[in-house]
C-alpha cells in the first residue's frame, strides 16, 4: 500500500548516524519528525535540529506500555527503526545471542509497540549480509552470528505485519560513507584499524561492494516508507565498487600512501583465523566470523542493481538520485577519521 504523503514520523535513533539524515530527508519532504535519544544523550545534542521533536529514553529498557504511551502521543504515519548492533560490535561469546538480543528479540517488541500504538508503516534498517544470504541459500548466516540474526530479524518482523494495518519494510544496507556533526566516523577504528600494522595493504583478492553516501540512504528509507510493498526487503545501493579501487581510494583520501595488494582469500584467511582465536581466548566473538569473512564475503562481488529498486521505490518522482557523490563523500569521511593528518587543509 502506498501512501499519498507521509505527515508525520517517529524515528527510534534519530540522533544516530544514519537516523539523523533521514530525519533531515522527513523534514525537508514537509512531514512532522519526532525522535529519542539516550539519556545520556541529554546536555550533549546542541547541535541538534530544533526543529525535529527530541525525547529522551531507552526503548529497548522500557516496557511495552511505556513505548506504546510514547508512540501514542502523535497520529504517526511511520515508524522508522534505526537502532541495534551492527557487525563491527565485538560482544561476548556466544555473540549470536547478543546479537538476537538486540536485533531480533528488542526489536520486535519495540515495533509490536508501534503497531499497538496504531502507526500502519514500519521500516528498519538492516543490512545487506541478508540480500546476500538468502542469494546464497543460506551459507553466510551458518557462519556468521550477525549475519544469522539479521536474517531471523527480518523473518520475526514480517511475521507481525498486516496488509493495511501494519505493513512493514526493510533496507538492506551497504556500505555507508559520510560524516555528522560531534561523531567521528566509525570507519578508522572499525575497518582500517586493521591494517595499521601492515608495510603494504593486504586484501583478497576479487572482491566488490555497493556503496552510498548517508544522504542516499535517507531517501532509500523515504521512499520505502512512501512506496514500499508490504512484507519486502529492498537492498539499497548506489553505486557498485572493486575493493581494489575502493580500498586505494579511502588510503588516498586518509593520506595513507602504503602500497596495496590483492592476494588470494586463503592466504588473507590464515591471518585472519589468528584473529578469531585470540578473540576466543578473550572470551569474544565477532559478529562476522573473521576467517569466513575472508573466503565467503571480501572476495565476493556484493553488488546491487539499485536502478529497478529506484524505479519501484519512485526515486524519480520524488526528485532523488541515491545521495552525494561517492567520491567526495569518502574523502570527507577520510578526512573525519584522520582530522590529525589534516591540520594544515592541505587539499586532497
Known amino acids: 500500500m502506498s501512501m499519498d504523503k507521509i505527515k508525520k514520523v517517529f524515528i527510534a535513533g534519530g540522533t544516530g548516524f544514519l537516523g539523523y539524515y533521514t530525519a533531515l530527508k522527513f523534514k525537508e519532504m514537509e512531514a512532522q519528525v519526532d525522535t529519542i535519544a539516550l539519556p545520556n544523550e541529554l546536555g550533549n545534542l546542541d547541535w541538534f535540529p530544533k526543529e525535529i521533536g527530541l525525547e529522551f529514553g531507552n526503548l529497548f529498557e522500557m516496557s511495552e506500555a511505556q513505548i506504546v504511551k510514547l508512540l501514542s502521543k502523535d497520529k504517526y504515519d511511520v515508524f522508522v527503526y534505526a537502532l541495534g548492533p551492527d557487525d563491527r560490535v565485538l560482544p561476548n561469546a556466544p555473540a549470536y545471542e547478543f546479537f538476537y538480543e538486540k536485533l531480533v528479540t528488542q526489536c520486535k517488541k519495540i515495533c509490536e509497540s508501534a503497531k499497538k500504538a496504531g ?13 546476500f544470504d538468502k542469494q546464497k ?10 549475519i544469522h540474526a539479521r536474517v531471523e530479524q527480518e523473518k520475526e518482523l514480517f511475521s507481525i505485519a498486516e496488509d493495511g494495518v501494519f505493513e512493514v519494510c526493510v533496507a538492506e544496507l551497504p556500505y ?15 575497518f582500517l584499524s586493521n591494517f595499521d600494522k601492515m608495510k603494504k595493504v593486504m586484501f583478497p583478492r576479487g572482491g566488490g561492494t555497493a556503496v552510498i553516501d548517508v544522504t542516499g540512504v535517507a531517501e532509500a528509507i523515504y521512499a520505502i516508507a512512501l512506496n514500499g510493498k508490504n512484507r519486502t526487503a529492498y537492498p539499497v545501493g548506489n553505486i557498485n565498487m572493486p575493493f581494489s579501487e575502493l580500498v586505494p581510494l579511502m588510503m588516498r583520501a586518509s593520506k595513507d600512501f602504503r602500497k596495496y595488494k590483492e ?7 590464515l591471518g585472519a583465523r589468528q584473529i578469531d582465536f585470540k578473540r576466543k581466548q578473550a572470551g569474544k566473538e565477532g559478529g562476522l566470523n573473521a576467517e569466513k569473512l575472508m573466503k565467503q564475503v571480501q572476495n565476493q562481488k556484493f553488488y546491487i542493481d539499485a536502478e529497478p529498486i529506484w524505479k519501484e521505490l519512485g526515486f524519480k ?3 532523488f538520485n541515491g545521495g552525494r557523490n561517492i567520491e567526495i563523500s569518502i574523502k570527507e569521511t577520510m578526512r573525519a577519521c584522520y582530522p590529525e593528518r589534516f ?6
Open 343 to 348: 591540520e594544515n587543509k592541505i587539499s586532497i
Open 317 to 319: 518522482e520524488l526528485g
Open 119 to 131: 502507526i500502519n508503516r514500519c521500516v528498519i534498517m538492516g543490512s545487506y549480509f541478508s540480500y
Open 137 to 146: 541459500n543460506g551459507e553466510l548466516s551458518k557462519y556468521h552470528p550477525y
Open 176 to 190: 555507508i560513507f559520510g560524516t555528522m556533526p560531534k561523531r567521528k566516523p566509525l570507519w578508522r577504528e572499525s
Open 263 to 269: 592476494i588470494p582469500a586463503w592466504l588473507c584467511a
